[in-house]
T-cell receptor, first 109, second 114 residues
Framework: DAKTTQPPSMDCAEGRAANLPCNHS???????VYWYRQIHSQGPQYIIH???NNETNEMASLIITEDRKSSTLILPHATLRDTAVYYC??????????FGKGTRLHILP | SAVISQKPSRDICQRGTSLTIQCQVD?????MFWYRQQPGQSLTLIAT?????????ESGFVIDKFPISRPNLTFSTLTVSNMSPEDSSIYLC???????????FGPGTRLLVL
């Protein structure tokens, strides 16, 4: 499994874009990049995933570098409810999800 | 998506006893998993619950301590046996509705062992 590096914590002002980086330099060619988040006292929640191309859904955008060694999750207009731990997880489509330490994102009012 | 419920939502148990946690999904799913989240830590995969056969355990987890059942495509149980205070954690069930789909997680069961 590819290893990931994420900053342990980040702050973002409410209403601004939150950009969460992830390094996954050992990712293999067929591994996707998944992002999940865990709000306090809840189970993890799927956000988005991608392979090579940038992806966008109603929750977030995912920017993957051309060499696929890093990616950035973008929450375009962060709200207080986006305060959570965000996990970047490389994996095959039928792999188990292995969680790292993630980034604790604080949205500041 | 899938709606997942877990019972109990929380419990306080005495050391040496066992607790069985139930996971119920509102639709048939291909894969079911059990995770543990110790206080202040990330999630750790315990095992994959296989329907009709023995669960597949991750390194560091054994069947005698964490027996798992999966009698059908919508239900699974995890038992935490002969509990000690170190077993105090949140236990989460997750499902993958179809192969190569995203996973969905239950709300978790908060266990405190005294």
């Amino acid at each position: 499994d590819a290893k990931t590096t994420q900053p342990p914590s980040m702050d973002c002002a409410e209403g601004r874009a939150a950009n969460l980086p992830c390094n996954h330099s050992t990712i293999s060619g067929n591994e996707y990049v998944y992002w999940y988040r865990q709000i306090h006292s809840q189970g993890p929640q799927y956000i988005i995933h991608g392979l090579k191309n940038n992806e966008t859904n109603e929750m977030a955008s995912l920017i993957i570098t051309e060499d696929r060694k890093s990616s950035t999750l973008i929450l375009p207009h962060a709200t207080l409810r986006d305060t959570a731990v965000y996990y970047c997880i490389p994996g095959g489509r039928d792999d188990k999800i292995i969680f790292g330490k993630g980034t604790r994102l604080h949205i500041l009012p | 998506s899938a709606v997942i419920s877990q019972k109990p939502s929380r419990d306080i148990c005495q050391r040496g006893t066992s607790l069985t946690i139930q996971c119920q999904v509102d639709s048939q799913v291909t894969m079911m998993f059990w995770y543990r989240q110790q206080p202040g830590q990330s999630l750790t995969l315990i095992a994959t619950a296989n329907q009709g056969s023995e669960a597949t355990y991750e390194s560091g987890f054994v069947i005698d301590k964490f027996p798992i059942s999966r009698p059908n495509l919508t239900f699974s149980t995890l038992t935490v046996s002969n509990m000690s205070p170190e077993d105090s954690s949140i236990y989460l069930c997750s499902v993958e509705p179809r192969m190569r789909e995203t996973q969905y997680f239950g709300p978790g069961t908060r266990l405190l062992v005294l």
